[in-house]
């Protein structure tokens, strides 16, 4: 049963995010590309994060989740403004922030899924394993975009130099309570802060559709 549940989850954390996107595309038209891109850019991001946090001394055990929290807060909320603001310049409607904010979430769900089949025939998975996978998936996906819209937002009405620390922070603190806490009250925690985080994103999102120019809200039939 454990290993069954270990393939389940690992199917979740892998096919999650594709299929969102897929579904996103056909209802909306929303573009591929924001999405894709997110792999690359996550790649370097994440090796300069595991090759900074090597360092750190794991003898402060709350200090050591604190340290990592912010390292990566400031490191993938900052590629995201990068690319949002520098690289994806046709792509400047709402819906390609969520697209990459997918494509993100995509790229951290393809090692979760690949831990969890891992796990397979190890007899080491946790009893609750999908269960916990079944609400950690969407969990995580609207972490993801809610963060990336706020910033997406912030370069949008050029306020991102408030907007921008503040997901990085709003990042940190969600690393944080997951390594800090007992699983319960990280759970807690982390629903809390995902769902004060989609609330301000769909505010954000909701000023952004009444400013954009009618051709960014229609659907696309190709993608660039």
Not at 56 to 77: M, N, P, V, W
Not at 208 to 217: F, I, R, S, V
Request: some cysteine.
């Amino acid at each position: 049963m454990k290993d069954l549940q270990c393939v389940l989850s690992g199917m979740l954390w892998l096919l999650g995010p594709p299929l969102l996107m897929i579904l996103r595309h056909k209802k909306t038209g929303a573009r591929f590309y924001p999405a894709i891109i997110a792999f690359p850019v996550c790649i370097p991001v994440f090796f300069l994060g595991g090759a900074i946090r090597s360092v750190f001394s794991t003898e402060d055990f709350a200090g050591y989740y604190i340290r990592q929290g912010i390292l990566y807060g400031i490191l993938e909320e900052g590629a995201k403004f990068l690319v949002l603001r520098f690289h994806l310049t046709n792509y400047d409607s709402r819906k390609d922030a969520v697209s990459y904010g997918i494509g993100h979430a995509a790229f951290e769900a393809f090692g979760s899924g690949m831990t969890c089949l891992g796990l397979t025939g190890t007899g080491r998975a946790a009893p609750d394993l999908l269960l916990h996978t079944v609400w950690a998936v969407p969990a995580h996906i609207a972490w993801t975009v809610s963060l990336t819209v706020l910033i997406f937002y912030g370069i949008y009405t050029d306020k991102w130099k408030r907007l921008l620390p503040i997901a990085m922070l709003l990042h940190a603190a969600g690393n944080m309570v997951q390594g800090i806490f007992m699983e319960s009250a990280a759970t807690v925690i982390y629903i809390l802060l995902t769902a004060g985080q989609c609330f301000a994103a769909y505010r954000c999102w909701q000023t952004m559709g009444q400013w954009e120019p009618a051709a960014w809200n229609a659907d696309f039939n190709t993608d660039e």
